[in-house]
């Protein structure tokens, strides 16, 4: 248990459903070790998105706790949660992911400068993983000069510029053709492991999961039983 | 249906957006609504004062302000002439400060000539109207308001001095018209008004009922019989309609602002609409996918606008009903400051002002929705879907745009400057200057947005690019929003630059024109003629220790070529002619005005009968009509409507009293001015008490006074446009709010915390003011231009100096960012509390 970075505990989360509240999550518990990559399949509205959400600090649950590294996010004011993102969490959405006013090398700096790491160094780092992500020569560009597949290579690159402890990925390639899909996994993979992040994506697709160490399954309405490995 | 049931549902789903859209009818409307209702409501009143007062007369008989002797009514009524009636007519201060026209009459001669003001005297007794005390007549809502009824006194207060009349009747007029153009009025008999009034055996006119054909050509034909030289016979409505004309460019001038409100208004409404519209632009898309054909998309989305329209045109009434109360008692103290007493205390709804509202609320709203349906039911299924091919194609025509707006501006100053039309022309020239300049605004708003997140960028960081480029991505919506804003705070710099001009060119004049130390006169209702002195007074004070000379002004109407103008008189002795500022003069010009050789006139008035240096003009005098060369253009901001300088020894020739209206002291060198005026008020005797004695400080201040309440109109005008603006704002800022949810909501998941992005949407507001006050500079600076040299010209004479204050432009700027920060706040917060992960499960 040492080596687990998060840890949830017995997690239920319900929202309003018109007149009655819907339970998506009752008394889920879930451990991941460092390093581990989780892949979270389930059918829609089984709790997929709410707990990536629970883990990444982005709504709190109604009951049970999100250890992270030995601290309780239910314990965390506003500002804390936000500056645990900031700096120990990286995200890549299905869509929306990049901030459409700013270039592809200004989305890529922008967690370094939110950590006041903009130094030199960090430019030649995001520099270096454009390329990695195979965009050398669209730093320039707006994301909406983009294709689909080339916004979330440039979404892979900055959820890792800044170096987070853990990786949050939400249906990732849910809007890519299979092609493209497979272009982005990989390079996800690849850097993930290289990086030596610990990773939790929630995913539709077996191909996506079986890339990940362990697949945990979420059914709807109820806990998947998900438990350390 | 179906499709209508999905629209309806769309605005159910967001009645904030809806409500907004409705609020920005309601606001326009009101506005425009508020000013037509002001200005339709005075003008009513004028007229129905008019024909109240006129009864049926046909004809009058004046000579302008010196008045008739009283001795011509009794020639004309033994040579047959009937029915005619004398009037004696003036303003005294009533009991709670309001003016009151004192309307003196025969009351055995009014019958068939003003009936209701001859049935109010009938109810008075013989013996009281030839009783000891005062006897009045009040109308019953009169006396309701005042709270006093028959056998109680009546105190008012004229030239200063205290008197009392006695209420021997309350009348009740014949029907609700002429009830209310006898509002305010007190009647009582020629003897007591001319008492009261100060002119003693004068009558102010005598009204005729001259009949058609024959008889009435042999009826005006005796009458000329009797005519002394001074006098002339009128046409009865020609005299309502010189006062009418008289507040034309005034209320035209309004008309012109109420139109700025329109222009405001529309873009709010264009705003709001096309909020509504371009926000289910991803719905439109996915009903053409299914098959919805355009022309159902268009005739849906404009059907939606014009209910929208109605429904913030049934809102936007009662709102400018009230606003206009506000309003219609600036314009009423306006038009009595300036031109003639004014009474009106109630809005009426008139029609034109309801048909106002409904073409711009209704048809404006339709129209508006047009522009944003059209664009969404023409562009394919697919892209219709994103909501970056609209940016793209609006980032394409803004440069048209802009194109069309600097032709436009151009031609706007073609017709100001190049071409040399009348008042209309001026005024059409400055809406096309601001409709010109209106459509560069979204080209330079983009542009500057995107030049401004370098610097912001190299300061802020990230943040400070997003901010600028915020305001450039989301430009259909920003730029209307900062068109809008751009457009009022145009007017603000445009309107404050002409009235800083304007009180700037007053002062000058006034520091040069008041020579003397100490001015006196007696105290008159604004708007009615001034009362006459006692004529040795000039004697008396110029016998007082450190006078050097007391000069005297006359000022009257008279009769001219032009119909009834302002004359005055001066006898200015050793002074010479300090005091007087020329235009343009002769050489000899001041030299022979004193010779009563020659006259001058006042700049409006030679603008309004197009007269130059040598021109000449005729007046009738008590000796017969004489003509005098024109020998200067003087300047004079009394008066729009203008005036005729002449010498004394003109007017003594001529008119042959020896009436003075006010009297200027020059004292010597080194007389302490206070001491002066004790020692003029104990020189001035008994009348003291009933005289004015200012300094020229105190004119001067007073005058700056007059001049600041004549334009609280405009200055409230100003203001509802910046509101309207601002809502405008609000509105454009709150629907980008709301569609960046998703964009705030990946910022947040990033680590920006509630208050960066609390900032950063602030900001984002503060730039698009900021531009939106630094783009309304040059158009601010060409309205003040046009409304300074242009439109003032035309509509009033007066050449103003303009002169800018750069604070006025710091003031434009501040007031855009602060108008845009205000409206910001609430989105700006919102944005900050967005959950992250709501918004994301939402927006995914």
């Given at each position: 248990m040492t080596n687990a970075l998060i840890h949830v505990q017995r997690l239920t989360k319900r929202y309003p459903e018109g007149a009655v509240r819907r339970t998506v999550l009752d008394g889920f518990d879930l451990t991941i070790q460092r390093g581990e990559a989780v892949a979270l399949m389930g059918p829609s509205g089984s709790g997929k998105s709410t707990l990536l959400n629970l883990i990444g600090a982005m709504e709190r649950p109604d009951s049970g706790a999100v250890w992270f590294d030995g601290t309780d996010l239910a314990e965390l004011d506003e500002t804390e949660r936000t500056l645990f993102r900031r700096r120990r969490l990286g995200f890549i959405f299905q869509q929306l992911n990049l901030v459409p006013t700013l270039t592809v090398l200004e989305n890529l700096l922008l967690p370094l400068e939110l950590n006041r790491a903009l130094d030199r160094g960090a430019r030649r780092r995001a520099q270096a993983l454009l390329e990695r992500v195979g965009l050398p020569e669209r730093g320039d560009s707006y994301p909406e000069r983009l294709s689909g597949g080339e916004r979330q290579r440039v979404a892979v690159a900055r959820a890792l510029v800044h170096g987070p402890d853990l990786l949050l990925a939400d249906e990732p390639t849910g809007s890519l053709d299979a092609q493209t899909a497979g272009v982005v996994l990989d390079l996800f993979d690849e850097l993930r492991r290289e990086y030596g992040m610990t990773a939790v994506i929630a995913t539709h697709a077996p191909d996506v999961a079986e890339r990940a160490d362990r697949v945990v399954e979420l059914r709807r309405r109820a806990h998947a039983g998900g438990s350390a490995a | 249906m179906i499709l209508a049931r999905a629209g309806l549902r769309h605005h159910l789903r967001n009645p904030w957006q809806a409500a907004l859209a409705i609020l920005g009818v309601a606001l326009g409307v009101a506005v425009v609504v508020a000013v037509e209702l002001a200005n339709a409501s005075a003008e009513r009143a004028f007229t129905r004062s008019a024909e109240a007062l006129a009864g049926d007369a046909t004809h009058r008989v004046t000579a302008g302000s010196a008045g008739l002797d009283e001795g011509l009514y009794a020639q004309l009524r033994r040579s047959g002439v009937r029915p005619a009636t004398p009037v004696v007519e003036g303003y005294v201060d009533g009991p709670q400060g309001r003016p009151l026209r004192v309307l003196g009459v025969d009351p055995w001669a009014e019958a068939g000539v003003r009936d209701t003001v001859a049935g109010a005297a009938f109810r008075v007794d013989a013996a009281d109207w030839l009783g000891s005390e005062a006897a009045a007549v009040l109308f019953e809502k009169d006396a309701q308001r005042l709270g006093i009824g028959a056998g109680d006194r009546l105190d008012v207060e004229v030239g200063g001095r205290g008197r009392s009349l006695v209420v021997a009747a309350v009348a009740e007029p014949a029907d609700a018209l002429t009830a209310e153009g006898l509002r305010d009025t007190v009647v009582v008999d020629i003897a007591t008004a001319q008492e009261l009034l100060g002119r003693?055996?004068?009558?102010?006119r005598i009204d005729l009922v001259v009949p058609d054909g024959a008889p009435g050509e042999r009826m005006l034909a005796r009458v000329a019989e009797h005519l002394p030289p001074e006098a002339e016979v009128q046409d009865a409505q020609d005299g309502a309609a010189a006062l009418d004309e008289m507040t034309a460019a005034f209320r035209l001038n309004l008309t012109a602002f109420s139109l700025l409100a329109l222009l405001v208004g529309a873009l709010l409404i264009y705003n709001a609409i096309s909020f509504s519209v371009v926000q289910r632009r991803p719905l439109l898309g996915r009903l053409r996918a299914l098959g919805v054909g355009r022309g159902q998309l268009f005739r849906g989305v404009v059907a939606e606008g014009v209910l929208l329209g109605a429904l913030g045109t049934v809102l936007g009434l009662p709102l400018g009903y009230a606003l206009a109360e506000i309003l219609l008692e600036l314009v009423t103290r306006t038009i009595t400051d300036l031109y003639f007493v004014l009474s009106v205390r109630d809005v009426t709804l008139a029609p034109s002002a309801v048909a106002m509202a409904a073409i711009l609320g209704v048809v404006a709203a339709g129209g508006a929705a047009a522009a944003p349906a059209w664009e969404a039911a023409s562009v394919a299924p697919r892209s219709a879907l994103e909501r970056a091919s609209l940016e793209g194609r609006a980032r394409r025509w803004v440069r048209w745009l802009a194109l069309a707006g600097c032709g436009l501006a151009a031609l706007g100053g073609l017709l100001l400057w190049g071409y040399g039309g009348g008042l209309v022309v001026g005024f059409a020239g400055v809406f096309a200057l601001l409709a010109g300049a209106a459509l560069v605004v979204p080209w330079a708003v983009y542009t500057l947005a995107l030049v401004a997140a370098y610097p912001a960028g190299a300061v802020f960081g990230a943040p400070g690019r997003m901010a600028a480029r915020g305001v450039a991505a989301g430009l259909s919506r920003s730029g209307v929003a900062g068109t809008a804003l751009v457009i009022a705070v145009t007017a603000v710099i445009g309107v404050t630059v002409m009235i800083d001009s304007f009180r700037g060119s007053l002062a000058t004049w006034l520091e040069t024109t008041l020579s003397a130390d100490v001015y006196v006169s007696a105290p008159s209702q604004a708007g009615d003629r001034p009362p006459a002195l006692v004529p040795d007074l000039a004697e008396r004070l110029g016998a007082v220790d450190g006078v050097e000379y007391v000069a005297t002004a006359r000022y009257l109407r008279v009769p001219s070529a032009y119909g009834e103008v302002r004359l005055r008189a001066f006898d200015h002795g050793p002074i010479g002619d300090r005091g007087m500022r020329y235009k343009d003069r002769t050489a000899d010009a001041w030299e022979r005005f004193e010779a009563g050789e020659a006259a001058f006139v006042t700049e409006p008035f030679a603008a309004h009968h197009k007269l130059a240096t040598g021109d000449r003009i005729a007046l009738r005098t008590p000796q017969g009509v004489h003509e005098l060369p024109v020998a200067a253009v003087v300047y004079d901001y009394t008066t729009s409507e203008g005036a005729v300088f002449v010498g004394r020894a003109f007017y003594d020739d001529h008119w042959g009293d020896e009436a003075i209206n006010s009297l200027a002291v020059h004292a010597a060198t080194g007389v302490d001015r206070e001491g002066l005026i004790d020692a003029l008020r104990q020189a001035a005797g008994a009348e003291a008490a009933a005289l004015r004695f200012r300094s020229d400080a105190e004119i001067r201040q007073l005058s700056l006074e007059v001049f600041d309440r004549t334009f609280a109109i405009t200055r409230v005008l100003q203001l509802l446009a910046t509101v309207v603006a601002a809502a405008g704002v609000f509105g454009a800022l709150f629907a980008l709010s709301l569609e960046r949810t998703g964009e705030v909501a990946v910022l947040r998941a990033l680590g920006l915390t509630p208050r960066q992005v609390g900032v950063l949407e602030l900001a984002r507001t503060g730039l698009l003011g900021g531009f939106a006050g630094l783009l309304a500079i040059p158009p601010g600076l060409a309205l003040a231009g046009a409304l300074t040299g242009v439109i003032n010209q035309r509509a009033f004479g007066w050449s103003l100096q303009l002169s800018v204050d750069p604070a006025v432009l710091v003031q434009g700027v501040v007031l855009a960012s602060g108008a845009a920060l205000l409206a910001g706040l609430y989105p700006a917060y919102r944005a900050a509390r967005i959950p992250p992960g709501e918004a994301m499960r939402d927006e995914g």
């Open positions: - | 003693v055996g004068r009558l102010d």
